[in-house]
């Protein structure tokens, strides 16, 4: 195969974000993980709060799903980085269909309680939400999560993620 699905729930799921890290990603839908929730206890580069799912028996965590070529692959990895482990059989639920298929996705392996991510990263995990029309509940939740006000202006993930906001377009603006 020349591609491969992914499942986004995190800053992925962001259109314009996931595009600048591998260019062919075009969004398919939307679907769930079953059984699994987020939170932001993947320790980042920058020691904030990254999302990451685990497992909660009856939680459904919906995101994306995106069509990727193949070669791109090692570049969404590369963008991943240290702390979070690629799992190339994960299955979620499409939402369409409630078909059962195997995604690739990442999974937090760097985990700390206590870490609160940055104001601009979780405003791309909203815009994303927003952008592919996420239930108004899991929106919500996200706007509730505590955040901290990044005052590091020149921080290389802080300029990316404003750059992939602005590319969104308005609708993309501050969420929280």
């Known amino acids: 195969m020349n591609s491969f699905l992914y499942f986004a729930y995190g800053s992925n799921m962001l259109t314009e974000r996931l595009q600048a890290r ?98 601009w990263y979780l405003n791309l995990i909203i815009a994303g939400a927003r952008q592919h029309k996420l239930s108004d509940e899991q929106i919500s939740s996200l706007q509730r999560t505590p955040y901290i006000v990044d005052t590091k202006a020149n921080r290389k993930g802080r300029c990316d993620a404003l750059a992939a906001l602005k590319k969104a377009g308005p609708t993309a603006s501050r969420f929280i």
Not at 25 to 33: F, L, R, S, V
Not at 63 to 83: H, Q
């Open 22 to 119: 591998c260019p062919s990603a075009a969004p398919i839908g939307i679907a769930y993980a079953p059984d699994h929730a987020l939170n932001f206890t993947k320790t980042g580069k920058d020691f904030s709060g990254k999302a990451t799912l685990f497992p909660q028996s009856g939680a459904h965590q919906y995101g994306v799903l995106f069509k990727i070529n193949r070669d791109e692959l090692s570049a969404l990895d590369m963008a991943e980085g240290a702390g979070y482990r690629r799992d190339d059989d994960f299955c979620v639920i499409r939402h369409e269909d409630d078909a059962k298929i195997p995604v690739t996705t990442y999974l937090g392996t760097d985990l700390a309680q206590g870490l609160t991510p940055f104001d």
